[in-house]
């Protein structure tokens, strides 16, 4: 129940973060995606007079409920860190790379006994992390994700592991392993993420089903824990 009221407040927040954004269009006010970017364009909104007061009076009214919704989010990720905190498995599977505390928590709360899928490739899957398969002349192209699977759950992943992504390419991070760097020289930032994203879950699996701890320090284990 407690992930459920997450993803409900968080598709609300996101609803009001692109209305604000749309509505800051039509008096030429834009702003980049994201909901870190709602505050600070409400504040150029608040401070241009040029917008009628009874338009600016609306966006506060809408800044007010952004902040109420932010408010309840972190009241609830706090109480998912609580479990988190007291949660073995969990613990373990935050050390994985773009997965942390958050993506952890949905891991152990969404997935289903992991003995159930045969590999950590199926379960890849089953969160809509397989890319799908389009044939042509006899040659397989990978093609957009499935997503099929808990879409909380693959997107959660797929925003850590762009963060991952996002720091190797600027040089930091403990993730650098010739695998990343390959496919950053190679693929798109967004399929680089999806690729880092699969991986994770892949390892995810394989801690999940064998008990065992996520080596950061040795990108070969990586590579064996992943197959």
């Known amino acids: 129940m407690l992930v459920g009221v997450r993803e409900r407040l968080i598709q609300k927040r996101t ?39 009874l338009a600016r009076e609306l966006f506060a009214l809408q800044g007010k409920e952004y902040a109420q919704l932010q408010c309840e ?4 990720d706090a109480k998912l860190m609580e479990w988190h905190r007291n949660d073995e498995c969990s613990q373990r599977l935050a050390k994985i790379p773009g997965v ?7 891991l152990m709360m969404k997935t289903p006994d992991p003995h159930l899928f045969k590999s950590g490739r199926d379960f890849a899957a089953w969160m809509g992390l397989t ?13 957009v994700i499935t997503r099929a699977g808990d879409e909380l759950l693959r997107s959660t992943l797929v925003v850590g ?14 993730n650098l392993t010739p695998w990343l760097i390959g496919l950053i ?6 399929l680089v993420a999806v690729a880092v994203a699969n991986k994770a879950a892949r390892v ?11 080596q950061c320090v040795a990108p070969p284990a990586l590579t064996a824990v992943a197959a």
């Open 161 to 174: 592991a762009t963060a991952v992504v996002q720091h190797a390419r600027n040089g930091r991070g403990r």
């Open 73 to 76: 989010i972190e009241r609830i």
């Open 131 to 143: 890319p799908k398969d389009h044939s042509t002349a006899g040659k397989t192209r990978h093609g």
């Open 204 to 214: 995810a699996w394989k801690l999940m089903v064998s008990g065992e701890r996520y």
């Open 15 to 53: 609803q009001l973060v692109n209305a604000i954004r749309g509505y800051g269009a039509e008096f030429g006010i834009t702003a980049a995606t994201g909901a870190c970017r709602v505050v600070p364009l409400l504040e150029r909104i608040a401070a241009d007079e040029t917008i009628p007061e």
């Open 185 to 190: 020289g190679r693929k798109s930032p967004k």
């Open 100 to 106: 942390g505390p958050i993506g952890a928590t949905l």
